[in-house]
């Protein structure tokens, strides 16, 4: 359900609310036997048991949406979301399984200024907070749950002729990698660039650039115990799948 109250000052105001789901695994639903160990108690001891088909999820935002400042579309939100099984990604078995009931609320901030018919700023700024919902001595972090992003750029069009693009950065801040928060990742920092030239309806040409600042960052991390050949026995360490080096990619398309 949704309410928008406005315009006043080319401003309204809004409050949206909803229930929804997500579905699990299959290949959780239908587990009875651990693969590793071919009986119904995991590599940890515990009891396997099946996943819900579908879990439930209950959320609401409300936010201010202003065009007030000319050229510039504004909209600030705030919103929460009760997922009844969080779903979770394993890197080491490449799967993902069902956990606890979590919950999550932040804020959102998105901006897009044109100060010319030919150039275009835009901003997204994400501010979170995730955590299991309950007490559990294994502690109530989310692996691999972000608190901070931002995506950032700026764009020209129609410029000389049929010029455009532009630079972009995107910021992941550090995640949690574990449920007590006591390994947790660095931040991931993109800068990339564009630029191509439109000929006529048809033809453009368009070359990119990404990873302009050749960060040694990671695309995503895990935390889970592996063992090395000159190791004695598994050792816990984070897992990384590293970005990309700096690149480039030159492109032709025709349309028709």
Known sequence: MGLTFGPWADTELYLNGGLGFHSNDARGINTQVDPVTGS???VNGNQI?????????????????????????STLAVWWLDIDSELLFVGDAGTTEPSRPSRRYGVE??????????????????????????????????????????ATGATVHDVWGGFFGGPRLRYFGPRSLIEDNSVRSSATIM??????????????????????????????????????????????????HPVE??????SVSANF
């Not at 088909?53 to 409300?62: C, I, K, M």
């Not at 030919?118 to 994400?126: A, I, K, Q, R």
């Not at 080096?245 to 030159?250: C, H, K, M, T, Y």
């Open 191 to 240: 800068l990339s660039g564009m630029v191509g030239y439109k000929f006529n309806p048809t033809w453009t040409v368009q070359a990119e650039a990404f990873n302009l600042l050749n960060r040694k960052d990671s695309g995503i991390d895990y935390y889970y115990q592996s063992q090395l050949r000159n190791e004695a026995a598994p050792v816990g360490d984070i897992h990384f």
């Open 49 to 73: 048991n099946k996943g819900v088909p579908l879990a439930r999820t209950y959320g609401a935002e409300t936010g201010i949406r202003t065009t007030w400042i000319e050229g510039l579309q």
């Open 109 to 150: 901030w998105s901006n897009f200024y044109s100060p010319t018919d030919w150039m275009t700023f835009d901003m997204d700024l994400s501010l979170s907070k995730a955590r299991f919902r309950g007490d559990d001595p294994a502690g109530n972090h989310i692996p691999g749950s972000i608190g901070t992003v931002l």
């Open 40 to 42: 119904s108690i995991d």
């Open 245 to 250: 080096p700096i690149s480039f990619r030159l």
